[in-house]
């Protein structure tokens, strides 16, 4: 059961883009059986589940082009138009999919307007609130690419810049040519190998999106590394884990997916969690790498 009372309140709120966004927000890729390039298990009930979110004051949702394709955008719109005035829609892009199944940088920035577009159309916005670029492509030089995506942002087709998947050295090449409003990368208690892009971006006021917060289950099982904490605080080991990314850092920013009203429930209540500098050590202890 979640605590009664105002979500933001309660985990937090990081300023995007001049607006407040709820610290927990709910990811799309989970939706389904594989999470990539499928359609959602059981569309109804993630309709459910999106609308759930946003009644509990969820307004971060994370959309990326390696799920669907387009199906999520589509179902979006049918479960949340009109969409809420302080909602962030984040959208990823920057990759094709090749025949093999591969994911591929785009070879110019003119097939990176065209997919932005595209899911534009697919979304019936005019405007993306916060689009992610995903990863840089080799084919071309930073500079153009972001300089793309501040086209964009001067036509009104783009609100807040993002990169997922980036080195340090990239993210601060990118700053130099726009405002990057948030930076997502692979982090959870079992990697946190991002930790240094981590602390740059908390220094500098950029929203940090930890993918595969849960680390793709593994610290979500009731035999994992967090079992036996979970069971002593009579909470799951999920929301341990999630409880530990928002004590993390202000700038963290989870959005884990889900595919039930019930574990997105269990997910909100982990900001209800309080840990300790005790527990906190104790959880960086039984997730160290030897």
């Given at each position: 059961?979640?605590?009664?009372?105002?979500?933001p309140d309660r985990c937090g709120t990081f300023t995007i883009g001049g607006h407040a966004i709820t610290r927990l927000g709910l990811g799309t890729a989970q939706m389904s059986e594989s999470g990539v390039w499928s359609h959602p298990e059981d569309a109804?009930?993630?309709a459910r589940v999106l609308r759930a979110a946003v009644d509990l004051g969820v307004n971060l949702i994370d959309i990326a082009e390696t799920s669907g394709p387009f199906d999520y955008e589509?179902?979006?719109?049918?479960?949340l138009s009109p969409f809420p005035e302080d909602l962030l829609l984040m959208i990823k892009g920057g990759l094709l999919r090749s025949p093999d199944g591969q994911w591929e940088p785009v070879p110019r920035p003119s097939f990176l307007r065209k997919q932005i577009e595209t899911r534009l159309w697919y979304l019936k916005l005019n405007r993306v609130p916060l689009f992610q670029l995903h990863g840089f492509s080799p084919n071309s030089p930073i500079s153009d690419q972001i300089g793309l995506l501040t086209d964009m942002q001067r036509e009104g087709k783009i609100g807040q810049i993002g990169l997922a998947e980036v080195t340090l050295g990239e993210l601060e090449e990118a700053r130099k040519f726009a405002e990057i409003a948030t930076v997502q990368a692979e982090y959870n208690l079992i990697d946190r190998a991002a930790d240094p892009l981590l602390n740059y971006a908390e220094a500098a006021n950029i929203g940090f999106i930890p993918w595969l917060p849960l680390a793709t289950g593994?610290?979500?099982s009731q035999e994992g590394p967090l079992a036996e904490m979970a069971r002593r605080r009579?909470?799951?080991?999920?929301?341990?884990?999630?409880a530990w990314l928002l004590?993390?850092?202000?700038?963290?920013?989870p959005t884990p997916g889900t595919l039930s009203v019930q574990h997105l429930n269990d997910n909100v209540s982990a900001v209800d969690i309080p840990l300790?500098?005790?527990?906190?050590d104790e959880l960086n202890r039984l997730t160290a790498k030897p």
């Open positions: 059961m979640t605590t009664p009372g105002n979500l109804a009930e993630a589509e179902l979006i719109v049918r479960a593994a610290l979500a009579d909470v799951t080991p999920a929301q341990l884990a999630l004590k993390r850092s202000p700038a963290i920013l300790t500098a005790v527990e906190v």
